[in-house]
C-alpha cells in the first residue's frame, strides 16, 4: 500500500554550497541503483547510477557513494544552484529490472 | 536520446469512465516498459511490468482486471484504468528499458496526470 506520511524531508542549502542527500535501502541482494531527479509534476529525470561492484562513481557535479555495509546510498552535488531545487529519488533495481524508489529528498536552494 | 513521452499529460474523467494511457519511446525500442503510481508527496510505486508480445506482470495488490496493459509493438504501451473512481486519481508514470543499449538504465515519461470526479 501506499505510504500515509505527506511530507518529504528537506534540505534547504544556499546557491553555491554542496548538497548531500542520503538514502538507505533494503535488499542486500540489489546490485544496481540510480540517483534520479524529479521536478513538480514531471517524470523522474536519470542523475547517475552506481553498480555493488563500486563504491564512489562521479559525474559533473554529482557524486554517488555507496556503502553495502550498511546499505546506504548518498548523493552529492557541488556548488549547488538553483535549478537543482527539487525532489531527489534513490531507487534499487530487484528482480527483472523492476525499480524500487526510496521515499525522496525535497532539495530547496536559496539563492 | 532516450526520450519517452505520455499521452495525454492530463485528463480530467467521470467516476465509472475507462480512460487509456499511452507511453511511446521515440528514439529506442523497448521490449519492456514499466507502469508507476505516484502520489502527493510520495514515492513512485511500481505496479506492473509491461512486456511486448506478452502479458504484463503485476505487482502484489494490484489489480489486473482494473488496470489493463497492453504492449503492442516495441515502442508503446497502453494502461487502461477502468472504471475510474476518485481514488484512482493519481499521477501515472511510465518507463522503458531500451534494448541493445548495454544498459540496465530506465527512462522515464513526463507522467499524466489522472483527475476522477
Known amino acids: 500500500g501506499e505510504s500515509v506520511g505527506l511530507h518529504l524531508p528537506t534540505l534547504s542549502v544556499q546557491e553555491g554550497d554542496n548538497s548531500i542527500i542520503n538514502c538507505a535501502y533494503s535488499n542486500s541482494a540489489s546490485d544496481y541503483f540510480i540517483w534520479y531527479k524529479q521536478e513538480s509534476g514531471k517524470g523522474p529525470q536519470f542523475i547517475i547510477d552506481?553498480?555493488?561492484?563500486?563504491d564512489k562513481r562521479q559525474g559533473q557535479r554529482v557524486t554517488v557513494l555507496l556503502n553495502k555495509t550498511v546499505k546506504h546510498l548518498s548523493l552529492q552535488i557541488a556548488a549547488t544552484q538553483p535549478g537543482d531545487s527539487a525532489v531527489y529519488f534513490c531507487?534499487?533495481?530487484?528482480?527483472?529490472?523492476?525499480?524500487?524508489f526510496g521515499k525522496g529528498n525535497q532539495v530547496v536552494v536559496i539563492p | 536520446g532516450a526520450v519517452v513521452s505520455q499521452h495525454p499529460s492530463w485528463v480530467i474523467c467521470k467516476s465509472g469512465t475507462s480512460v487509456k494511457i499511452e507511453c511511446r519511446s521515440l528514439?529506442?525500442?523497448?521490449?519492456?516498459m514499466f507502469w508507476y503510481r505516484q502520489f502527493p508527496k510520495q514515492s513512485l510505486m511500481l505496479m506492473a511490468t509491461?512486456?511486448?508480445?506478452?502479458?504484463?506482470?503485476?505487482e502484489q495488490g494490484v489489480e489486473k482486471d482494473k488496470f489493463l496493459i497492453n504492449h503492442a509493438s516495441l515502442t508503446l504501451s497502453t494502461l487502461t484504468v477502468t472504471s475510474a473512481h476518485p481514488e484512482d486519481s493519481s499521477f501515472y508514470i511510465c518507463?522503458?528499458?531500451?534494448?541493445?543499449?548495454?544498459?540496465?538504465?530506465?527512462?522515464f515519461g513526463p507522467g499524466t496526470r489522472l483527475t476522477v470526479l
Open positions: 531507487a534499487e533495481m530487484y528482480g527483472n529490472n523492476r525499480l524500487a
Open positions: 518507463s522503458a528499458h531500451p534494448m541493445d543499449r548495454g544498459t540496465d538504465t530506465q527512462y
Open positions: 528514439d529506442f525500442q523497448a521490449t519492456t
Open positions: 509491461s512486456n511486448e508480445g506478452s502479458k504484463a506482470t503485476y
Open positions: 552506481i553498480r555493488s561492484n563500486m
